[in-house]
């Protein structure tokens, strides 16, 4: 697969050793996540429309790629292509690039942590991270906002979207097999302040209460880089 438009990709930097729980867990649950994990045609109208106008509106400005962080075995990134973007995933898990490999080859998807994605400065038109940052201690976003400012291009845009609240877990359990990640859910306004201070101003959210299969509630974030 050839290398997107205006980028660039470089070998990733060695993984942190605290990512290692993570990308391990996600490595045993890979096939079972693809099975159960809905994909966004199976989504609710709200995140679908959410997913619908960051697409229009990182089109519209026609900065660069998009990144889809965090991207497991590649449903969302299609879905985006679909709506005229071009699109690679970056995931920390093997198992999970592997199956996004095999089932969008047409695709570009990559094994890096999103902390150290390996791109250059400033190019990349979107970056998407749907569910894809509650595995990173509170302590630790910072680190990772910081890398979201800076592959982005000015006026770049990011769409945040994940569960919301104040809980910290560390399931034993996840898909139908051992996993040993942990679960940081923040309060919506922290996670917006932390974009803030990290260079990425929120101009637009939406908060959705638990209903039907929806247990928790999930917010989304829409951050535009100076």
């Known amino acids: 697969m050839e290398d997107l438009p205006g980028l660039r990709y470089r070998a990733p930097v060695p993984e942190p050793s605290s990512l290692t729980a993570v990308r391990d867990s996600y490595d045993t649950v890979a096939a079972a996540y693809a099975e159960r994990v809905p994909k966004p045609s199976e989504l609710d109208p709200i995140p679908r429309g959410m ?46 690039v592997g199956l996004a490999r095999r089932a969008y080859p047409h695709l570009r998807f990559v094994q890096s942590s999103m902390t150290a994605l390996g791109v250059g400065d400033g190019v990349l038109g979107g970056i998407l991270a749907w569910y894809s940052t509650h595995h990173t201690p509170p302590a630790e976003l910072p680190l990772l906002f910081a890398e979201f400012h800076r592959t982005l291009a000015p006026g770049g845009h990011l769409l945040w979207g994940c569960h919301v ?14 996993v040993s990640y942990e679960w940081h859910l923040l309060p919506v306004e922290r996670v917006a302040e932390l974009l803030g201070q990290a260079g990425l101003m929120v101009v637009a959210r939406l908060v959705q209460e638990p209903e039907g299969r929806l247990t928790r509630p999930h917010a989304c974030l829409v951050a535009r880089k100076a």
């Open 51 to 96: 997913l619908a106008a960051f697409a229009e509106t990182v089109r519209r400005s026609g900065l660069g790629p998009v990144a889809d962080l965090g991207c497991g075995p590649g449903q969302v990134a299609p879905h985006l292509a679909d709506l005229g973007l071009p699109v690679f995933g970056v995931d920390l898990s093997a198992g999970m």
């Open 165 to 178: 609240g104040d809980e910290h877990r560390r399931p034993t359990q996840g898909y139908g097999h051992p």
